[in-house]
């Protein structure tokens, strides 16, 4: 790979950089885009656990009231 690089470099480094910077946009978007849709993900777990923890003890203190 590292060699391949150095062809391209040698043979044209501007498109070789152009190759290099068109390939790092998608990367770092698709990162941003990622840790966005991480938070939300485990915001919405969050409050459905919280929601699943409420719906068993309110069971369970049912039971308890017998």
Not at 19 to 32: E, K, L, W
Request: hydrophobic content about 55%.
């Amino acid at each position: 790979m590292i060699f391949s690089l150095l062809a391209m470099f040698v043979g044209n480094w501007f498109l070789t950089l152009l190759i290099i910077v068109a390939s790092i946009i998608p990367m770092t978007i698709s990162g941003f885009i990622g840790q966005k849709n991480q938070l939300l993900y485990k915001n919405s777990s969050m409050i459905a656990d919280q929601k699943y923890l409420a719906k068993v003890k309110d069971i369970f203190s049912w039971f308890s009231n017998y």
